[in-house]
């Protein structure tokens, strides 16, 4: 351990016994937005954040109480081998600033910041140490290719052959639309991969690969070496910070909740607890942790509820405004509560659970041109008898037991702030008039769809799976 990492440890390392107001003073002489909590011989106890910290001050906890009360006690870890890359990585998938690193014993060794990071040219050389997780053989089914995508996390896999010579490059994008086609999904991978994207070389500086991924539009940038093969993987977010301030959100949670009656008698559905959270700070957490900062919540049953628990929402990460209406105004109709804005706009109801990538339903959106993305869900209906098609008297077919595939809403959806002059005011307005509205019109509506997990909170069974899925890690 060097003296710059110990000279860190002892001003980040806290007993998990100190008061709250110790650990405030503790926390600004450090400037790391975090502490560790550690017992004798630096064993790791748990973590400390600003944010553990307001909330405490926002829900009346006395200050002389023990710091461990409010802390994180099985935070995220690294393990010392970590690399760069792949630690920055991890922050973004549990939307995390700090990252402690501990031994096999579990003893604190680092604890690794989002902002140094983000700074550390050295990304360059840890991207390559990514490939393992991103490398896949063409000849691989595209039901393997999302698989491997999900557990990547990078939004893109590169296509090799032995040796790792770089044959075509898999996008997220190329997958969703794939599934809109109705591609089977037994389909070879490199049936629907770009087989000449755009490469740097290995000599590049992280500040001409931010160029060139701008230049073509890109977010990711396989780098190569003189005989074609891959030896490192760039993300867009690997060299800049994933801040999207002109990208605004709106959570409707407003609703009754009717269908989870007796739970939603005393509180609104959005406020359930899922886990140790209400759900609603759940999906909050999702859109900070994709950079979004701007969040508007409309709200009519119970407002108070979800008002004393985020206040202006510093405790969570964002700013919070609350398009209160006095009466329902139906699934979009809040929207004309908010201030006009002027980039795109997150709309999702509030009893909506998913792992959605944000980013890339951006990417999607504006490729294509729209005024409004809607996410939509592949769903299987199993018929369980035999259905017979007929012309007139004449049999013409007869299928046994067939399944019929649709594409059902979802429920969250990106859309130009110009769409919202399309919405009457004061009146109830629901998001299938609006999407109606411009279909007539012919403005460009598409469809996103979800490869990610995703639950609608709605029933009493839903409910049950979330706190489930909570439980072994799916959320």
């Given at each position: 351990?060097?003296?710059?990492?110990?000279?860190?440890l002892?001003?980040v390392?806290?007993?998990?016994?100190a008061?709250?107001a110790?650990?405030?003073?503790h926390?600004?002489?450090a400037?790391?937005?975090a502490l560790?909590?550690?017992?004798?011989?630096?064993?790791l106890y748990g973590?400390?954040?600003?944010?553990?910290?307001?909330?405490?001050?926002?829900?009346g906890?006395?200050?002389?109480?023990?710091?461990?009360?409010?802390?994180?006690?099985?935070p995220?870890?690294a393990q010392?081998?970590?690399?760069?890359?792949?630690a920055?990585?991890?922050?973004?998938?549990?939307?995390?600033?700090h990252?402690?690193?501990?031994?096999?014993?579990?003893?604190l060794?680092?604890?690794?910041?989002?902002?140094?990071?983000?700074a550390?040219?050295?990304?360059?050389?840890?991207a390559?140490?990514?490939?393992?997780s991103?490398v896949?053989s063409?000849?691989?089914?595209?039901?393997?290719a999302i698989s491997?995508?999900?557990?990547?996390g990078t939004?893109?896999?590169?296509?090799?052959?032995?040796?790792?010579v770089?044959?075509g490059?898999?996008t997220d994008?190329?997958?969703r639309?794939?599934?809109?086609?109705?591609?089977?999904?037994?389909?070879?991978?490199e049936?629907?991969?770009?087989?000449n994207p755009?490469?740097?070389?290995?000599?590049?500086?992280?500040g001409?690969?931010?160029?060139?991924m701008?230049?073509?539009?890109?977010?990711?940038l396989p780098?190569?070496?003189?005989e074609?093969?891959?030896?490192?993987?760039?993300?867009?977010?690997?060299?800049?910070s994933?801040?999207?301030?002109?990208l605004?959100?709106?959570?409707m949670?407003g609703g009754?909740g009717k269908r989870?009656?007796?739970?939603?008698e005393?509180?609104?559905?959005p406020?359930?607890?899922?886990?140790?959270?209400?759900l609603?700070?759940?999906?909050?957490q999702?859109l900070?942790?994709?950079?979004?900062?701007?969040?508007n919540?409309?709200?009519?049953y119970?407002p108070?509820?979800?008002?004393?628990?985020?206040?202006d929402g510093?405790a969570f990460?964002?700013?919070?405004?609350?398009l209160?209406?006095d009466h329902?105004l139906g699934?979009?109709?809040?929207?004309k509560?908010?201030k006009?804005?002027?980039g795109p706009?997150?709309?999702i109801n509030?009893?909506?659970?998913?792992?959605?990538?944000?980013?890339?339903?951006?990417?999607?959106?504006?490729?294509y041109?729209?005024?409004?993305?809607?996410?939509?869900?592949?769903?299987?209906?199993?018929?369980?008898?035999?259905?017979v098609?007929?012309?007139d008297?004449?049999?013409t077919d007869?299928?046994e037991?067939p399944s019929l595939n649709?594409f059902?809403?979802?429920g969250l959806y990106?859309?130009e702030p110009?769409?919202c002059?399309?919405i009457?005011?004061g009146?109830?307005?629901?998001?299938t008039?609006?999407?109606?509205?411009?279909l007539?019109?012919?403005?460009?509506v598409?469809?996103?769809p979800?490869?990610e997990?995703w639950l609608?909170?709605?029933?009493?069974?839903?409910?049950?799976r979330a706190?489930?899925?909570v439980r072994?890690g799916?959320?």
């Amino acid at each position: 351990m060097d003296s710059k990492t110990e000279q860190l440890l002892e001003s980040v390392v806290i007993s998990p016994s100190a008061s709250i107001a110790e650990a405030i003073a503790h926390l600004d002489k450090a400037g790391t937005g975090a502490l560790v909590l550690c017992s004798t011989g630096r064993k790791l106890y748990g973590l400390l954040t600003d944010g553990d910290i307001r909330r405490a001050i926002m829900q009346g906890v006395s200050l002389e109480t023990a710091c461990d009360s409010i802390a994180t006690r099985k935070p995220v870890t690294a393990q010392s081998s970590i690399w760069a890359a792949e630690a920055l990585h991890l922050m973004n998938r549990h939307d995390i600033n700090h990252l402690p690193v501990v031994d096999a014993e579990g003893e604190l060794q680092n604890l690794l910041l989002r902002k140094d990071l983000i700074a550390k040219e050295d990304i360059l050389a840890d991207a390559g140490k990514r490939l393992d997780s991103v490398v896949i053989s063409p000849g691989a089914s595209i039901a393997d290719a999302i698989s491997r995508l999900d557990k990547a996390g990078t939004g893109a896999l590169v296509l090799c052959s032995s040796g790792r010579v770089l044959l075509g490059l898999l996008t997220d994008g190329d997958i969703r639309r794939a599934i809109l086609h109705g591609i089977p999904l037994e389909n070879a991978c490199e049936s629907i991969a770009s087989p000449n994207p755009v490469t740097a070389q290995r000599s590049i500086a992280a500040g001409e690969a931010l160029q060139m991924m701008n230049q073509h539009d890109i977010n990711h940038l396989p780098v190569v070496d003189e005989e074609g093969n891959v030896v490192a993987f760039l993300l867009r977010k690997d060299l800049v910070s994933e801040e999207h301030p002109g990208l605004s959100a709106v959570i409707m949670a407003g609703g009754l909740g009717k269908r989870l009656l007796p739970l939603t008698e005393r509180v609104p559905k959005p406020m359930l607890p899922v886990g140790d959270r209400p759900l609603l700070e759940l999906t909050i957490q999702k859109l900070r942790g994709f950079g979004i900062r701007n969040v508007n919540l409309t709200t009519h049953y119970l407002p108070e509820s979800i008002v004393n628990h985020f206040g202006d929402g510093e405790a969570f990460g964002v700013r919070l405004n609350y398009l209160r209406e006095d009466h329902p105004l139906g699934t979009v109709g809040g929207l004309k509560l908010m201030k006009r804005v002027d980039g795109p706009i997150v709309v999702i109801n509030g009893d909506i659970l998913t792992g959605v990538s944000f980013e890339e339903m951006l990417v999607f959106h504006r490729k294509y041109g729209a005024e409004l993305t809607m996410g939509v869900r592949k769903y299987e209906v199993k018929v369980p008898f035999g259905v017979v098609e007929c012309d007139d008297v004449r049999v013409t077919d007869l299928q046994e037991k067939p399944s019929l595939n649709f594409f059902i809403n979802a429920g969250l959806y990106l859309l130009e702030p110009s769409v919202c002059d399309c919405i009457p005011e004061g009146q109830r307005f629901d998001m299938t008039d609006l999407i109606r509205m411009l279909l007539d019109a012919g403005r460009p509506v598409v469809s996103f769809p979800i490869m990610e997990y995703w639950l609608d909170v709605g029933r009493h069974e839903d409910y049950m799976r979330a706190q489930e899925d909570v439980r072994n890690g799916r959320i």
